[in-house]
């Protein structure tokens, strides 16, 4: 038989041995947001739930369940199978712990294959991430990595993340790189699945000293930032990254790959074309029309992002630390040797 485990009996087996996540949702539920880590063997598919859902509104709960066993019957051999190929332990969640989850451990449990259960389902934990992040006491200092667009502030994080430096990527986290073109060529995630991977990243940092997070604003892209992230960044100590503007529009071409994401940056430019003095928004129109990507990035750079850059910056008091760098591997080591000297570590 199977057995149902609860929320923190999950992430402890999930850290303690190899341990496969199964959200048996449909399709689109798992897209709008799952459990981290977990892949998608849908009980229903979106068509077949939103049939049951139908008869279970209009006629009735019975003739929903008949209609069920009747989908589920025909697709089981396939299901069991799709599991059987699966390596190590199995936990199984629906929405709510219910019929879905239930009859998957069951008929798994039936044919050999041994399986968890998670009671209250992703409802279950989805309640827990949102009482993590209200109740949580983070207490690492931070260190905000800031400096103008362009400077490579992500690509210093996820270099010294590889080296195993202490990394909160509230980039990779959101989906989004922050500004109005941050969702260029990206997928945004939701606040739900936002929240889910902070929780999960914030976990993984809790016992570090320290941690390192890149200066952006309270929303990136369609998610929040945690009050106490915020606070916590600007309150911390700033090093602000200077980087060669030929270096820096180098940097944005290569993350932006204009010429394979024209139309999504023309329409996102043109939400931001009223706040640029009108010759100039039509000469960085007419370069991105023209393939002139360079150009048109100068432009933005200079009667733009960094006179923003300069304003919002006089608003953070905190300490500054000024670091000029000619490349990203050149900041990273600079950014290593403060952490060191500060006695960061």
């Not at 057995?3 to 897209?31: C, H, Y």
């Not at 880590?37 to 049939?51: C, L």
């Not at 006491?137 to 260190?143: H, L, S, T």
Request: charged share 30%.
């Amino acid at each position: 038989m199977f057995q149902d485990i609860n929320i923190e009996e999950l992430l402890a087996l999930k850290d303690s041995k190899e341990l496969v996540m199964i959200d048996v949702r449909s399709p689109s539920e798992f897209q709008d947001s799952t459990i981290p880590g977990s892949i998608n063997i849908p009980f229903f598919d979106d068509q077949e739930r939103a049939e049951i859902g139908t008869i279970y509104k209009q006629v009735s709960v019975q003739a929903a369940k008949d209609r069920g066993l009747e989908i589920i019957s025909a697709k089981l051999p396939a299901f069991v199978k799709t599991f059987e190929k699966i390596k190590g332990q199995k936990a199984v969640f629906c929405w709510r712990g219910g019929m879905r989850s239930h009859t998957s451990a069951t008929v798994l449990s039936l044919m050999g294959i041994r399986t968890y259960r998670l009671t209250g389902g992703f409802r279950a934990y989805r309640k827990w991430v949102v009482e993590t992040l209200e109740t949580m006491d983070f207490k690492p200092r931070v260190c905000v990595i800031s400096g103008n667009t362009g400077a490579g502030k992500t690509a210093i994080l996820r270099k010294l993340q590889e080296e195993g430096y202490p990394v909160l990527d509230l980039e990779a986290i959101s989906g989004h790189r922050g500004s109005i073109f941050g969702h260029v060529g990206l997928r945004a995630n939701n606040q739900k699945t936002f929240e889910a991977l902070l929780v999960t990243n914030l976990l993984r940092l809790k016992d570090s000293p320290y941690f390192l997070v890149e200066g952006e604003s309270k929303r990136i892209g369609k998610a929040v930032v945690p009050e106490f992230i915020v606070n916590k960044k600007e309150t911390g100590t700033q090093l602000l990254i200077e980087m060669p503007l030929a270096e820096r529009v180098r940097h944005i071409i290569e993350d932006y790959r204009p010429q394979e994401n024209k139309a999504e940056l023309l329409q996102a430019y043109r939400h931001i074309k009223d706040r640029i003095h009108t010759p100039i928004a039509k000469e960085i129109e007419a370069a991105l029309h023209e393939d002139q990507f360079e150009h048109a990035v100068r432009l933005l750079l200079a009667y733009y992002y960094d006179p923003r850059y300069e304003h919002a910056m006089k608003k953070y008091e905190q300490e500054k630390v000024i670091i000029q760098a000619k490349t990203i591997d050149e900041a990273v080591t600079a950014v290593k040797e403060y952490l060191t000297t500060a006695n960061f570590m």
